[in-house]
């Protein structure tokens, strides 16, 4: 079997759902440990390469909403606003509207969705991305934003 190699040991869930999580981009020590760990559960609800927050239902992907937060967070309404203000805040996550919904992101430096950041993902975050890619790679999305129909993100 391919999957393994005396060398490199055995290829354990290759096909997966994954989060890549890098060990030198934690989540920002200002958040507490209580919102850390609420945002660290929201990395299972990204879908797609796009990194947006979603739920698959009836063969469709959902954005997550405030209550669903409220559910996945064991919170009631004013503690969850509190925690998605503290991440939108220490740009964990950023609300975008995208052809007319709306929709949470998670921020690829704590978490990615795939082997390969999105183009729509470094639309999204390209603030906060621009210090962490190399300047060819901001230069070959840039070309490629350029070539899309309409500006389809809004944040």
Not at 44 to 51: E, F, N
Not at 70 to 79: A, E, L, P, V
Request: hydrophobic fraction near 35%; glycine fraction near 4%.
């Amino acid at each position: 079997d391919a999957r393994y190699s005396d060398e490199e040991g055995y290829l354990y869930r290759h096909t997966e759902n994954y989060i890549k999580k890098f060990s030198d981009s934690e989540l920002p020590k200002t958040l507490s440990w209580s919102d850390q760990g609420k945002l660290s559960c929201l990395q299972k609800y990204i879908v797609g390469d796009s990194q947006l927050l979603g739920i698959k239902r009836n063969k469709r992907i959902e954005p997550v909403t405030i209550v669903k937060l409220q559910t996945i967070f064991k919170c009631g309404k004013r503690m969850c606003y509190n925690t998605i203000q503290e991440a939108k805040k220490n740009k964990v996550i950023k609300e975008v509207v995208i052809d007319g919904v709306a929709w949470y992101a998670y921020n690829p430096i704590y978490g990615l969705k795939n082997k390969r950041l999105s183009v729509t993902a470094f639309l999204i975050f390209q603030e906060e991305l621009l210090n962490e890619l190399p300047e060819w790679v901001v230069h070959e999305f840039m070309k490629k934003a350029e070539k899309l129909p309409k500006p389809v993100i809004k944040k």
